[in-house]
């Protein structure tokens, strides 16, 4: 089972920028696709952005799209998340997970993740 530790959140103002870390223990990331999820106060856990083993390939919520960049670092057994022009609709907490299904379906398990806080 592959552990998973979310970091690099913080409060922001509005346009600012933050990169969002999913670093991994117990298992390599290598041979996995990884999404990135949040959850906002009240609301469901949703999608933001998913990348493929190699970093061949991603797929983003139309939400974040042109804005946030997935990206991956296979020999560190991290992933990241560049959320630029950020906005306040995008305060929630952000979790990382591996993939079970592309590009959406997480596999359930989740690290405690990161708050990220967009004021405006």
């Known amino acids: 089972q592959v552990q998973l530790v979310e970091s690099g959140g913080g409060l922001v103002q509005a346009g600012g920028s933050l990169r969002l870390s999913c670093a991994a223990s117990?298992?390599?990331?290598?041979?996995?696709?990884m999404g990135w999820f949040r959850q906002a106060p009240g609301k469901e856990r949703e999608f933001v952005a998913a990348i493929n083993w190699s970093g061949s390939n991603t797929y983003y919520a139309d939400s974040v799209k042109g804005r946030f960049t997935i990206s991956r670092d296979n020999a560190k057994n991290t992933v990241y998340l560049q959320m630029n022009s950020l906005k306040p609709e995008d305060t929630a907490v952000y979790y990382c997970?591996?993939?079970?299904?592309?590009?959406?379906?997480?596999?359930?398990?989740w690290g405690q993740g990161t708050q990220v806080t967009v004021s405006s």
């Open positions: 117990g298992r390599t990331l290598s041979t996995y696709s």
């Open positions: 997970a591996v993939l079970k299904r592309w590009p959406v379906t997480p596999n359930g398990d």
